[in-house]
């Protein structure tokens, strides 16, 4: 009998709705349900394209016995980390810091008035390497409820009491400086590993966030070491396993394996990553004119379309790692492997062969049971092959059972898709892209965003999810509105990036300039969450501070700005000690520093002076494109054509340029050249 989840949008939810624990999704008759019974809460995080959340599920969440002892001395609570990060980010908080370490899925007991005082994260079904079983932590959670309830008491106490405490504010540290940067950089630099590109770490996430301030610090510094860095970061994760060499599109992150050999990905795809890396190779494209960068930007644009658009015009948040092999199993990675048997039957001999040695596939295999995961590893050499086997692999792995896919649309990673697609499709003259960036953003005004601009965080097959948009989401969506105003000449896109901005100002910032996660007026937690670091994506702080300073950029509002230069204090604080987790902070700092510059083109969108504009490397420049007798961008006000021919106007820190119908003087001054396209 389906439990309390069956009604959920959220697929992580609904993939425990059979389970035989008595779950509650997280509300407050759950909390007054543990009051009553005078219980403990055990709260499950995770999300669902986590492998060990499944792995956990599997073991422990549809065990009869385990779920037995749950219902009858817990109540248990389920939380999609993706629907609710403001849930997760405050019990993470506290896992950290008892712990040292977190992750997912996330298991945390806690008081009735959501105190906690146990944590973890994956338990096994029995006792090894080091970890008590699943059920030893129910048995010990027990018996410490009722035998030592006052001790549990005092501990819930004093952790809930340590993280009320963390209240950030950086407003005195004042906005970043050259030297901020300077430090920043020299800091990134140490941390390289200039043999092989990556950053140092036998885990590596795709650093989307650092290679952005990278790019845009060379733009406005001219630094060579900070291009460098980036083409060698952007080069080493195109050529690995982190990229998916058949389909395009990139893995969640890969792991150097002990005994030497290729990295190994752990295959789960996430919206967010391939929204993040499409536009940062489309920047990196936009900065050398790199074949490489064009092919992976539109490779993975293309796969966000392909695999991740729902039918409303939205983009899912993931695919699953794991999926049927060949033998019914359901296993990670079955998807994207390949064994020279396989590629024999699918290529013929002398392809397999080619395909082989193109991308490592061995006959002992590099990953399990003698498949290889793919990687280039070398010089192309027949590039026109290549490109033929990889569209038979494509055809052929489509006709294998396909991961599973979470169809959530989350509002701040389409916000993400969004700007990425839009300006991905106006470098590469792609439209197509653009339209499809366009519909989400439809989606995301018509489903999401309400009668009064507020946020609402997921939707699923166009029904909202009911939980409130978190900062990452106004900031996000924001940024997404704004690339595709500049993109489109549709100024209705400025004007629904300034309700949302308002509303950051209204119930996200506090009176230090700090900002929050939550609205004021949101759920209250036991600590109002508030993180300036990035994660997988922009911090919601620092991804808000880049929308309102391009946004103050074009209308001029010095509320925006104010509150923008107020934020990047934290930047200030933390961007010379720990660049590698502010990398959106850095990159805004960038366009700060810059100006940024305001670019209006009095001609027609799509136009070459437009396009020239939308090309210009000018960290965070803000481009207005349309007829001048339009009241949409405030930049087009009072700015006429010369001689009746398209012209550009360039300013920035209150002064301009002279206008200019010269599309290669307009580069020049947004530090580009129409040459390089």
């Not at 339209?435 to 309400?450: N, P």
């Amino acid at each position: 009998m389906p439990n309390r989840l069956a009604q959920a949008t959220s697929p992580y939810l609904l993939q425990h709705a059979d389970n035989p624990v008595d779950w509650w999704p997280w509300e407050t008759d759950a909390f007054e349900e543990a009051r009553r019974r005078d219980v403990p809460v055990f709260l499950s995080v995770g999300y669902s394209a986590c492998h060990w959340c499944h792995v956990m599920a599997h073991e422990s969440f549809e065990d009869d016995d385990a779920s037995e002892y749950m219902n009858e001395h817990f109540v248990s609570v389920k939380v999609d980390r993706e629907e609710r990060p403001d849930v997760d980010a405050v019990y993470m908080e506290a896992v950290q810091a008892a712990t040292g370490q977190g992750g997912w899925p996330m298991s945390v007991f806690m008081t009735p008035d959501g105190e906690p005082f146990y944590f973890g994260t994956y338990f096994p079904p029995e006792a090894r390497h080091g970890m008590p079983s699943f059920r030893q932590v129910l048995e010990g959670v027990h018996n410490a409820w009722t035998s030592r309830r006052v001790e549990v008491g005092e501990v819930a106490g004093k952790i809930t009491r340590d993280l009320a405490e963390r209240e950030l504010s950086t407003g005195d540290a004042g906005t970043p400086t050259e030297e901020t940067q300077a430090l920043a950089l020299l800091r990134l630099s140490r941390d390289i590993d200039p043999a092989s590109g990556w950053f140092q770490g036998d885990t590596k996430f795709p650093p989307s966030m650092v290679i952005e301030f990278l790019l845009r610090h060379h733009a406005r510094a001219g630094s060579v070491a900070a291009l460098e860095m980036a083409e060698g970061l952007c080069g080493a994760m195109a050529r690995s396993s982190l990229y998916d060499q058949v389909g395009g599109g990139f893995h969640r992150y890969v792991l150097t394996p002990r005994a030497g050999g290729p990295l190994v990905p752990h295959f789960e795809k996430m919206l967010y990553d391939n929204a993040l890396l499409c536009r940062v190779y489309a920047h990196l494209w936009r900065s050398t004119g790199s074949d490489l960068a064009r092919r992976v930007a539109l490779e993975t644009a293309d796969f966000m379309v392909r695999e991740l658009r729902t039918p409303e015009g939205g983009f899912a948040s993931a695919l699953d790692a794991d999926s049927e092999d060949g033998a019914g199993r359901h296993v990670e990675g079955a998807y994207y492997v390949w064994t020279p048997e396989q590629l024999r039957e699918v290529l013929g001999d002398q392809d397999a062969a080619f395909a082989a040695e193109h991308f490592g596939v061995t006959e002992e295999g590099t990953f399990e049971e003698g498949a290889s995961v793919l990687a280039r590893t070398g010089t192309v050499v027949d590039a026109d092959r290549a490109a033929d086997v990889r569209a038979k692999l494509l055809a052929a792995r489509e006709l294998r059972p396909r991961p599973g896919r979470d169809d959530k649309v989350v509002a701040a990673w389409n916000g993400l898709a969004i700007a990425a697609l839009a300006e991905t499709g106006a470098y590469f003259d792609r439209p197509d892209l653009i339209e499809r960036a366009t519909e989400a953003a439809d989606l995301l005004v018509r489903v999401h965003m309400g009668d009064v601009a507020r946020l609402t965080r997921t939707s699923k097959d166009g029904r909202t999810g009911g939980h409130a948009g978190v900062l990452e989401d106004y900031g996000d969506v924001a940024e997404g509105f704004l690339a595709l105003a500049a993109v489109t000449g549709e100024g209705v896109w400025l004007e629904f990036a300034g309700f949302l901005l308002d509303i950051v100002l209204q119930h996200f910032t506090g009176e230090g300039g700090q900002l929050y996660d939550t609205a004021d007026d949101a759920e209250k937690l036991i600590r109002r969450p508030q993180d300036p670091t990035d994660s997988a994506t922009p911090a919601g702080w620092t991804a808000a501070a880049g929308a309102l300073l391009s946004y103050a950029a074009h209308t001029g509002s010095e509320a925006h700005r104010t509150a923008a230069k107020g934020a990047l204090g934290v930047v200030k604080a933390l961007g010379p000690r720990v660049p590698r987790f502010i990398g959106w902070g850095l990159a805004v700092a960038e366009a700060l520093l810059d100006g940024p510059r305001e670019v209006a083109v009095a001609g027609p969108v799509g136009g070459e002076l437009h396009r020239t504009a939308l090309l210009g490397r000018a960290p965070g420049a803000v481009v207005a494109a349309g007829e001048t007798a339009g009241t949409e961008f405030p930049l087009l006000a009072d700015r006429p054509t010369v001689g009746g021919a398209p012209t550009a106007y360039v300013c920035r820190h209150f002064v301009c340029d002279a206008p200019t119908t010269d599309p290669e003087a307009l580069a020049r001054s947004l530090g580009s050249s129409p040459s390089d396209d």
